[in-house]
């Protein structure tokens, strides 16, 4: 800044101080020092002047766009905590465990919806997780170059579908499907663990993972995807020099030295199933009970508030299924920073998501 | 003779290797296929001209389209895209010319964690920012809803592309003396110009298809509505609804719905790809 102003700041500084216990008076006042620096600035104008505020507007700008993304975040949570404070003064932690859930009698616990929603993601990243990697290995390692462009862009094409129609998708085809086809000889053979028992309606937890498995594939390889490319060359030269055969030196040389990436990409993919709602909602079952086989319906902390939010009337009841939100948020917040740090130092600094 | 065995069982595990990893893959293209298939033998047949320039017709009677709700669907997204997109190149010149601070890192980050925050969770930010506020649901908190969900992306791509820009042009610019918001505004982004679309239309792939940030926000019309100020019918939405609904024909229509959609998504990327022929389509997700 130049002379003219730096005179005057310290007036406005000090009548700013002296006038202490009534300063916001004092800010509002038209009379105040603080108006004239604007305009004493704006008297001297030389073309250096002016090109120096113009790029430290640009910059403030900038600055301010971009930290309308801080801003976003924090308003996030600051609504959240706001608007669920009635539930949580109700309930405390116990909210989270408790598994009654009753609107008429204004008695909540979110437990169901925790295990619905964890016992459903790990389903789908039990299904999801094998496809993913094989699709990534396949394509990276081991495909004839000509078929590398259409295969990924397959995938890439399985995550551009919206999830309402995986939703609608999965209630016409996966849940009689799975209905007809799957859940009969789970129960012959595997009904002794526990885990496929009961009857099958075709809405439960069983297609909730699935069609979220289907989902998340396409996230999980091309992370996955990403992370191989960054392993060293020298590194498959060198096991291959040494005899190994290609699926040893996938192994030993690749996987191996990539963990930490596909941890991370899998953790990410876990994110995005943690949150998913449409298509789950569609076909999980929305029945608010802890059941052991996973042929049986369930309930997710996204889909109850998919489903009541708009029906909710009194304000415990929304304040509840905010702090469901909340928890949510949190926990994929959580877990994203979690898969982030861990793809970060896979690729060593590069920016994650970076396909450039 | 063992040797020979270790030998057989290594080329053994190589070729079930190969052969699993092609398996899996090709059952994934599979499903791909499948779900692709389905949607067009189910919503081919449903897509018509009613279809397209109709309202729902009321519970009972046959007919009727989604006219009203692929326009309202156009609305929110061009007023989230208004809304998103000046923000989001904002944050992303910010992050490439200015951010390579602690500051900068911290938005960078703060930008991925926002893009995994679920989208429901948006929606129930957006109900309490705007329609709690304003009293009322609106084709606005819709748009809010979907603008938050864009800007980390479109911030994200934005600074990517703007780092691939060679330091040398920046410097040339400078060594012309233009000052520096004019350097990136008329070069550096200009340069960028078709990765920063690329990101702006991938994004806007990625709202389209979303139903749950609308669903307390836009709330879903049956009739028609061209007011930022009243619940809108949204396409995601009236899927959703219809695949719900216990009538035949409403199903039908929801296979429609889905198919227009998707055509939607895909003829977007399509055209990306055309243009711009890169592999940036895994932003989408």
Not at chain 1, 32 to 61: C, E, M, Y
Request: aromatic residues 10%; contains cysteine.
């Amino acid at each position: 800044m130049a002379a003219a102003p730096e005179r005057r700041i310290p007036d406005g500084e000090q009548t700013g101080q002296a006038a202490d216990p009534v300063f916001a008076n004092t800010m509002a006042t038209p009379e105040t020092p603080r108006i004239s620096l604007v305009t004493t600035a704006q008297k001297t104008p030389s073309w250096t002047r002016n090109l120096f505020t113009l790029d430290v507007g640009f910059h403030g700008l900038m600055l301010g766009a971009a930290l309308t993304v801080l801003a976003v975040v924090g308003l996030i949570l600051s609504e959240l905590l706001q608007s669920s404070s009635l539930a949580w003064h109700q309930f405390g932690f116990h909210f989270f465990g408790a598994s009654a859930w009753d609107p008429v009698a204004g008695d909540f616990g979110a437990l169901p919806f925790i295990f619905g929603t964890i016992v459903s993601s790990l389903l789908a990243l039990v299904i999801a997780v094998p496809l993913a990697l094989s699709v990534a290995v396949f394509v990276t390692e081991m495909c004839p170059k000509p078929l590398r462009k259409p295969i990924s862009f397959a995938t890439e094409l399985l995550a551009a579908i919206p999830s309402v129609i995986y939703g609608l998708w999965a209630m016409f085809i996966l849940v009689p499907l799975l209905r007809v086809h799957v859940a009969p000889p789970l129960m012959k053979y595997l009904g002794w663990t526990g885990l496929f028992s009961g009857p099958m309606y075709g809405y439960s937890m069983l297609a909730a993972g699935t069609v979220m498995a289907i989902m998340i594939i396409p996230i999980i390889s091309s992370i996955t995807r990403e992370v191989l490319a960054v392993v060293p060359q020298h590194q498959r030269e060198a096991a291959l020099a040494l005899g190994a055969t290609r699926w040893e030196m996938i192994r030993l040389g690749v996987l191996k030295n990539a963990r930490a990436g596909i941890i991370g990409a899998i953790i990410l993919g876990l994110g995005r199933a943690l949150g998913e709602t449409i298509a789950v909602t569609l076909v999980i079952g929305n029945t608010p009970q802890i059941a052991k086989s996973l042929l049986a319906p369930g309930y997710t902390m996204a889909s109850v508030i998919a489903n009541e939010f708009n029906e909710a009337t009194d304000s415990l009841y929304v304040s509840a299924l905010i702090e469901i939100g909340l928890a949510l948020f949190l926990v994929t917040v959580i877990v994203n920073i979690l898969a982030q740090l861990l793809v970060w130092t896979a690729t060593r600094g590069a920016p994650a998501r970076s396909n450039a | 003779m063992p040797s020979r065995f270790l030998q057989f069982r290594r080329r053994f595990a190589d070729y079930l290797a190969t052969f699993v990893a092609a398996g899996l893959s090709i059952f994934v293209v599979g499903v791909l296929i499948a779900i692709f298939a389905y949607l067009v033998i189910k919503g081919a047949g449903s897509v018509n001209w009613a279809f397209l320039t109709h309202t729902p017709k009321p519970v009972g009677e046959i007919g009727g389209g989604m006219a009203n709700a692929i326009v309202g669907s156009a609305m929110i997204l061009g007023m989230a895209s208004l809304i998103g997109i000046p923000f989001g190149i904002g944050a992303g010149i910010y992050l490439a010319e200015y951010g390579r601070n602690r500051l900068g890192s911290l938005i960078r980050f703060t930008a991925d964690v926002l893009n995994g925050v679920p989208s429901i969770v948006i929606g129930l930010v957006a109900f309490s920012l705007v329609v709690r506020r304003q009293g009322h649901f609106s084709a606005f908190a819709g748009a809010v809803a979907l603008a938050i969900m864009m800007v980390p992306t479109v911030a994200r791509t934005t600074e990517e592309m703007l780092l691939l820009v060679p330091q040398t042009v920046r410097e040339a610019a400078f060594g012309l003396g233009i000052p520096q918001w004019r350097t990136t505004i008329s070069i550096t982004l200009a340069t960028a110009r078709a990765g920063i679309l690329t990101g702006i239309m991938l994004a806007f792939a990625r709202i389209a298809g979303e139903t749950a940030p609308l669903m307390f926000t836009a709330l879903g019309n049956q009739f028609w509505s061209f007011s930022a100020n009243q619940p809108i019918a949204a396409l995601p939405l009236q899927i959703y609804t219809y695949a719900l609904s216990p009538y035949e024909d409403w199903i039908r229509q929801a296979w429609a719905g889905a198919l227009v959609l998707v055509i939607l998504i895909v003829s977007t990327i399509a055209v990306v790809r055309f243009l711009f022929g890169r592999s940036v389509l895994r932003e989408a997700s």
